[in-house]
């Protein structure tokens, strides 16, 4: 069952998609908030914290962005779309104001005010007293999945090794004979993050064999299956709505829990993403929240690791989606699972899907399935 138009594209949707798409490639946000040094600084923050010492993290970045006429340009067409009146115009309109936010995020990427700013594009839940909560239960659950024996270990970029990250991305993506590939990054934040056309691959990481398939599941069902997808519908499906890339890491998640690969080890990292991204909004500083992960059973270096993801940038936090996004995702498709099909149909967020369903598009039941 997949999405279909009950009507034509309203006039200037199309030109609004396509502008919102090449302001997003120009903002990057993400890439610019990856430090240029960040295998040797943590290296470096390890040696230090061996030796008692407990050095300020100094991340380095790509020049300061100049994006004044980007978000002139965003601001200018979210009026207008406002003005427009119908459903997708107006998912657009709040499209473009996110992007306007994360323009200026990027625009003082390690500076002051940052963290502030960043708050603004990834808030607290709406409960997060229950959030953390549930964050805490995620780390003292056990559960009965995890391997008997240690598993062995194989590294992300390995092209000759069939057990890789890289290969079992790539297995599943020319399964589909989708034009995406995959591309070794040195110095990736994550362990596998998608763009348009590609899959990012950090180089020269360690995994599991069952850790490999998740990411690969997590990757190409939860986001390159969307974006390859809303290419048919166009508009908001592709430019993407306010709030979609929270709801498609809850639903990414989600597809791991009902393959059987969100284990005990996966349920505590998540834990520890939101208490870490939890930490820089509450003004932790970088070793306040190493120190946090190291109380809630994190070893030091995957605790390093972590409180440098959180507070790139200068307190980026975009961590807590995955928990908070999941929680939301979960709940809503119990209840509307017919919403399931909108989001995997593009760049859609839940809010959006339940706007579009109510009567711009329809599902289609073409033997399809997620």
């Not at 199309?14 to 990057?28: G, M, N, P, V, W």
């Not at 995994?207 to 986001?223: D, N, P, T």
């Not at 592709?238 to 890339?245: F, Q, W, Y």
Request: charged residues 30%; contains cysteine.
């Amino acid at each position: 069952m997949s999405a279909r138009r009950c009507r034509p594209l309203a006039d200037g949707v199309a030109q609004a998609t396509a502008c919102l798409k090449r302001i997003e490639t120009t903002i990057a946000l993400l890439d610019r908030v990856r430090p240029s040094n960040l295998i040797r600084e943590q290296e470096r923050l390890q040696r230090a914290f061996a030796a008692g010492e407990r050095p300020a993290p100094a991340f380095e970045y790509a020049p300061r962005a100049t994006l004044v006429e980007e978000r002139r340009e965003l601001s200018a067409l979210a009026t207008t779309l406002e003005a427009a009146g119908d459903v997708e115009s107006g998912l657009l309109a709040e499209r473009a104001r996110e992007l306007e936010l994360e323009a200026a995020l990027a625009e003082h990427v390690g500076e002051p005010g940052f963290a502030a700013l960043a708050s603004q594009r990834f808030p607290r839940g709406a409960e997060p007293a229950a959030a953390r909560q549930f964050a805490e239960r995620l780390l003292t659950a056990t559960a009965p999945d995890l391997p008997a024996a240690p598993e062995l270990l194989h590294d992300t970029s390995d092209r000759r090794d069939p057990k890789s990250l890289w290969s079992e991305l790539s297995r599943r993506l020319q399964a589909e004979r989708w034009p995406v590939r995959v591309e070794v990054v040195v110095g990736l934040v994550s362990l596998a993050a998608v763009a348009d056309g590609v899959v990012r691959v950090r180089a020269g990481a360690r995994l599991s064999e069952r850790a490999a398939r998740r990411i690969a599941l997590h990757e190409v069902e939860g986001h390159v299956r969307p974006r390859v997808a809303g290419q048919r519908l166009g508009g908001v499906f592709v430019a993407g709505a306010a709030r979609a890339s929270e709801d498609e890491e809850g639903r990414a998640i989600l597809l791991e829990e009902r393959a059987g690969l969100l284990d005990e080890a996966r349920r505590k990292e998540l834990g520890r993403r939101y208490l870490a991204a939890e930490s820089v909004r509450d003004g932790a500083e970088f070793w306040d929240t190493v120190t946090l992960l190291g109380r809630r059973g994190a070893p030091l270096e995957a605790a390093i690791e972590l409180s440098a993801r959180v507070h790139r940038g200068g307190g980026l936090g975009r961590e807590s989606i995955y928990l908070l996004g999941y929680q939301r995702v979960a709940t809503k498709l119990a209840r509307r699972p017919e919403l399931e099909r909108v989001l995997a149909s593009g760049r859609v967020s839940l809010e959006a899907a339940e706007a579009l369903l109510a009567g711009s598009i329809e599902l289609d039941d073409d033997g399809n399935v997620v």
